[in-house]
Structure formats: C-alpha cells, structure tokens
C-alpha cells in the first residue's frame, strides 16, 4: 500500500445528526496539523446526515481532486451502532493517525497538531485529557469539568486498576488500530462500546503515552443523560469484562493479581446492578466469588463496605441497598 499523503484520519459515527455535527467537522478542518480526513460513518438514520454535509462542506464531500488535500467521506451502514460504524470507517482510512470523535463532540485548537507532535517511537496511542461541558435542557452552558486521563505503564493492568478514556480522547497509530479494532463476534455493544474500543486495544498490547493537554470538548445535555439506560451499560460492561477474563484465559496471561484486579472491577457494578438488573447482579457475585474467594470491598462509603465486610458482599450490598433507599429518593 502506498504512503498516505494526509496526516490524519478522524472518524465520526452519527445517528440522527443535528447541526452539532456541523461544529464537530468544523473544529477538526479548523485544525493546522497538515492534510486531514473526515469520515462521517452513518448509522441507519431515518434522516440520514448526508444533506446536512451537502450543504455546508459541498467542496470536500468525497473529494477526489486533490489527494493530498483535505476531504470528508460519507459512508452509510443498517443501524448496528456505533461501535461497528467506527470499526467498519477504519479500512477506508488513509491517515497515518486515527482519531474517533462523536457527533456532540468539538476538538479543542491545536489539539491534533499537539497530540501528532507527542508521538515517538514505541508509542502507538497517545492519551489526553478532556471537558464535559454540561448544558440544560435548553442547551445553555452550566459549567465546565475537566477530566484527567490515567498514566499506562502496563496497559491492561492499569485499564483494570484505573480505566480508560472516553473515545475522542486517544490518537492511535492507523497501523496499531487497524490491526488491534476487528469486530468481536460474541456481542455488539451499544452503551460502551468506548470502553470496548479501549479493552481491544491495551490487549493488543499497545504502547501508550499519556499527554497533559485538553484536547476535546462533550457538550453533555440533560436529555442525553435521561436516554441511556444504565441497566444496559450494566449488562454490557459485564460483558466486555467477561470477554476481557477469557482473552487473558486463553492466551495464559490470567494471573491471580489480574483475577483480583477483574473481581474489583466486577464489584463496582454491584450497586447499579442491584437497582437496575438483579439478574446480573446474581452474575457479579458469583464472578467475584470464583475470581477472588477473598475479595473484600473497595469501594462506597464506609458503611457499605463495613456491611459487606459484615455480612459478604452479596448480603451486605442488598442490605445498604434497602438502608439507603428513603435518602435515594428524597
């Protein structure tokens, strides 16, 4: 394969795209880090976001003029979400970086030229910090948080240990990404597939390199928080938790302080799970028990844990959840 004349690829699934994916593509052409390539990966929308980048990019809609210019391509998939539509815009990526970014998402200035300026070699992900901006329901500004990206120096430990990053706060090597994001067959995730994209990747055993620098913005509504349902993520971070347990099963890298590092990461559901899905909350005690026999809390407030230390995890979850109910809905 030839070497690709742009610097970097960023792509952005979309459903249902308003006038935000506008902003977004914007704030990624505005950036000087030499040629660049969108690829707006289209979800199965019943109003699908192609006339919205006819009428406000109409010269870099798949443009093919100039090969070493900038462009922006449309590609369309049925409503599969977005975990598959960024997979599946990352084999028409020509960028020697990728970048994911959502619909509601703006890059910060100078970001890609910044993060692109912190590769070296050895490195195949670069980390940054990020911003929620949150809004009300109107969509005016309330307040910005900043959040702060962890420190790898062993991937897949420290992903268990500390978590990862949300999407559009990682540059990944094309190189890197192509080979480590294929589908996985056993699901499709739709709440997080971020922390999906995240697993895959420090799997691979990528090489990471974590930058002090803002680099995006979520722009976060209250009715984007009322839509998702967080007996979903429940389900589906079990899920990708139990696929992240086999891969390490297989492959002999499941060692007893990866067993524990799982059992906590099991047990930070337990609560949401409780309230959302008692079916994988039986699922959770029975992981922790066999991952850790031992486990002890470490997470809630001290009454929580002592009543888990008291009594079992099980026992003692069920029973704070019942104590804590009349404040929960005051």
Request: proline share 4%.
């Amino acid at each position: 394969r030839p070497v690709s004349p742009r610097t970097v690829s960023v792509i952005i699934p979309t459903y249902e795209a308003t006038s935000a994916l506008v902003d977004a593509i914007n704030s990624v052409i505005q950036q000087n880090c030499g040629s660049k390539e969108v690829l707006v990966a289209e979800d199965g929308s019943a109003r699908p976001s192609l006339r919205l980048l006819e009428e406000n990019f109409a010269g870099l809609l798949n443009n093919a003029d100039n090969p070493a210019g900038d462009r922006i391509l449309y590609t369309s998939q049925d409503n599969q979400g977005a975990y598959l539509a960024r997979l599946s815009a990352i084999s028409k990526c020509t960028g020697e970086f990728i970048k994911f970014l959502d619909q509601d998402d703006v890059l910060l200035p100078d970001t890609l030229d910044k993060e692109i300026a912190s590769f070296t070699d050895g490195v195949d992900v670069v980390m940054t910090n990020w911003q929620i901006a949150k809004r009300d329901s109107n969509g005016e500004p309330q307040q910005i948080e900043h959040m702060y990206a962890p420190v790898y120096s062993n991937p897949i430990d420290d992903f268990l240990s500390q978590g990862g990053v949300y999407t559009s706060a990682a540059l990944y090597r094309r190189s890197m990404a192509v080979q480590a994001l294929q589908p996985i067959t056993e699901f499709t995730p739709v709440k997080a597939d971020d922390w999906l994209i995240f697993a895959q990747v420090c799997l691979d055993g990528a090489r990471y390199k974590t930058v002090d620098l803002e680099s995006y913005r979520w722009h976060k509504h209250k009715s984007q928080l009322s839509s998702r349902s967080i007996g979903k993520l429940v389900e589906e971070n079990y899920l990708i938790l139990d696929w992240v347990e086999r891969r390490l099963n297989t492959s002999n890298q499941l060692t007893e302080t990866r067993k524990g590092l799982l059992a906590n990461y099991y047990a930070k559901q337990l609560l949401t799970a409780i309230r959302t899905d008692r079916k994988y909350f039986a699922k959770l005690i029975r992981k922790i028990d066999r991952l850790d026999g031992d486990y002890r809390m470490q997470h809630g407030n001290i009454i929580y844990r002592s009543l888990c230390d008291l009594l079992g995890i099980g026992t003692g979850a069920r029973t704070y959840n019942v104590l804590s109910q009349p404040f929960r809905s005051n």
